[in-house]
């Protein structure tokens, strides 16, 4: 059974700094994997998806790598804003595309 | 381009009455259907998925049910409803971006079970 982990489960730091999410999950047959964001009270937007193949997207100011065969995908927020605050959320797609996983997510805060 | 709704935005009823969630997707034909439940503190969880009108994967044993009527239409009901049933439940479509396979999530429904 997909597992999917992600620390810290919460983070808050001033504005301008450059941070590391960090996601794993424990089964490597994975289809993609996204990062969304949630507000609070809200739906999810998806922010970023690697294929399996891939090993990093990039827009703006967020990165996302994927390590497939240690089960590790990472998101770097770079120059941080007060509006970067939001939680966010890791899922991979398995099961020939059917399934996505998520993972606990991470509660971030950029404070001024 | 495809839009998912869903209704009602919040609901407030009490143990034991029943339940029927909507969701509905424009813009696309035959797509593969979700149902997540997100609870306070916890992260989401799958409960339903459906790849065509009439079938339906139940992925948690609970007193939840899942229904498709129609090619774009979800419903998500319960005869009874628990405390636990409390959260935010999201449905989502599958599609396919430029950046591949995606899920596509709509606004959410934030029920709470008194």
């Known amino acids: 059974k997909q597992e999917v982990t992600q620390i810290p489960a919460a983070l808050s730091v001033p504005e301008g700094e450059n941070l590391v999410l960090n996601c794993s999950f424990t089964?490597?047959?994975?289809?993609?994997l996204q990062w969304f964001r949630q507000d609070p009270g809200k739906g999810l937007t998806s922010l970023l998806l690697i294929q399996s193949s891939q090993r990093e997207q990039t827009s703006g100011r967020l990165n996302a790598s994927l390590d497939k065969s240690s089960g590790r995908s990472t998101l770097y927020i770079a120059a941080s804003q007060p509006g970067d605050s939001a939680t966010y959320l890791c899922a991979v797609l398995t099961g020939g595309g059917n399934k996505l996983t998520f993972g606990t997510g991470t509660q971030l805060k950029v404070e001024l | 381009s495809q839009t998912i709704h869903q209704w009602p935005a919040t609901l407030v009823q009490p143990v034991g009455s029943p339940l029927s969630l909507e969701c509905t997707v424009e813009?696309?034909?035959?797509?593969?259907l979700y149902w997540y439940r997100q609870a306070a503190g916890r992260g989401l969880q799958l409960l339903f998925y459906s790849v065509g009108i009439g079938q339906i994967s139940s992925e948690v044993p609970q007193n939840l049910s899942a229904s498709r009527p129609q090619d774009r239409q979800f419903i998500l009901s319960s005869k009874k409803l628990l405390l636990s049933d409390s959260g935010f439940y999201l449905c989502?479509?599958?599609?396919?971006?430029?950046?591949?396979?995606?899920?596509?999530f709509g606004p959410g429904t934030r029920l709470l079970v008194l």
């Open positions: 813009g696309t034909s035959n797509p593969n």
């Open positions: 089964d490597s047959a994975i289809y993609n």
């Open positions: 989502a479509w599958i599609g396919t971006s430029g950046r591949g396979e995606t899920q596509y």
